[in-house]
């Protein structure tokens, strides 16, 4: 181990030298908060994101649909598609090949059971803005919604937990409807939860977001501790397979085009341009201009903060794939959840440096002196 007083001992070059390599490790270090995007747009330019800028509706019991990509493998049957989880690693989802600029969408489905196992359908931006519905397989009768502005994430308290009965064995229709104004979470046609803009904290989604649905394992043992107990586990992969199935989704783009663009680096919803469209072109009835919803979640749900970051724990972040913790990723060709790299960091307290520092600065001050 190295201590201050060795550092003091040193002959002024070779102190220089340590010095440098300490703080060249202390800022290597990796962040623990880290979300990814393929390109921000608030950072950088980036490529247009194609338009839906149109209504579909999906039949997966039917079969693939060319408006998704497929990562990992899920499978198709009479009931619709399955994202099955049987072994760590696994997170199969679709993603949909095309983006909304506000909207709506519905997407009936059953969740995955299973201790750690965490079931997800999230709209996602480029600049990392989130819209979530999240089911635990250790609870089968809620859900949880939730909500990041540009990948931030300092604080926990933008989560709230609705009651759903038997989120696993029956299917069940969930429903995000997202304007310049407000998000609305529904299931079964039931409002369970209103978010005014005005409420965010600055942080209301409002760029275009891509469709991401499937289902992974928070529960793994090789995953942080924190990971495994917000999600509920451990996992035992023994008591699998563990299958989330959706049958249809209906989606509707409030906007029209063929692409979205970033007309700025803000990552204000008026920035956005549409090629060949209008934002908000194509806006759905009266949702707008409507009274606010009223929330309609039966009386003894839990509309209530879902989790807080256990204290000392790795903090989580959303990547490539929702609720993933920082720096995991999936491959996209397997499908499979690859961790971060495992070299070692070593963890070196900045007020230490700043000591060292302090004494190379009043050691070479002396010298001048002298």
Not at 205 to 220: A, E, K, N, V
Not at 334 to 347: E, H, L, M, R
Request: include cysteine; charge should be negative; hydrophobic fraction near 35%.
């Amino acid at each position: 181990m190295l201590f201050l007083r060795d550092i003091l001992a040193m002959s002024a070059p070779l102190r220089l030298a340590t010095l440098a390599t300490i703080t060249g490790i202390l800022l290597a270090r990796p962040s623990t908060a880290q979300t990814y995007t393929s390109c921000n747009p608030t950072q950088q330019q980036c490529p247009s994101n194609p338009a839906l800028g149109r209504s579909i509706s999906v039949d997966f019991t039917a079969g693939a649909s060319k408006e998704f990509t497929a990562e990992g493998n899920p499978t198709y049957g009479s009931d619709g598609v399955s994202f099955t989880v049987s072994a760590g690693g696994d997170a199969p989802q679709l993603h949909s090949n095309w983006y909304i600029m506000f909207g709506k969408y519905e997407i009936t489905m059953k969740a995955a059971p299973g201790a750690g196992i965490v079931s997800s359908s999230v709209l996602q931006s480029d600049d990392l803005d989130e819209i979530d519905w999240e089911w635990l397989g250790a609870q089968n009768d809620e859900v949880q919604t939730n909500y990041f502005g540009k990948g931030q994430t300092t604080t926990y308290d933008r989560a709230t937990v609705v009651d759903a009965d038997n989120t696993q064995g029956d299917f069940h229709t969930y429903t995000v409807e997202w304007t310049e104004e407000q998000i609305v979470w529904q299931v079964d046609g039931q409002t369970s939860r209103v978010l005014k803009a005005s409420d965010a904290n600055g942080q209301f989604p409002q760029t275009p977001c891509q469709i991401r649905f499937g289902s992974w394992s928070g529960g793994d043992s090789s995953n942080p501790q924190g990971t495994v107990s917000w999600s509920q586990g451990p996992t035992d992969y023994s008591d699998g397979p563990f299958s989330m199935v959706v049958s249809k989704i209906s989606v509707v783009d409030y906007s029209t085009g063929s692409s979205y663009a970033y007309g700025d680096r803000s990552g204000s919803w008026d920035s956005i341009m549409s090629d060949g469209g209008r934002v908000n072109g194509n806006v759905g009835g009266t949702v707008v201009d409507s009274p606010d919803p009223t929330v309609t979640t039966a009386p003894g749900s839990s509309i209530a903060p879902a989790w807080q970051q256990p204290s000392g724990s790795m903090t989580l972040t959303y990547t490539n794939y929702p609720g993933l913790p920082s720096g995991w990723s999936v491959n996209p060709t397997t499908g499979k959840v690859v961790p971060p790299s495992a070299a070692p960091v070593i963890d070196i307290p900045i007020r230490f440096v700043c000591v060292v520092a302090a004494s190379l600065a009043g050691s070479s001050l002396l010298g001048f002196w002298l």
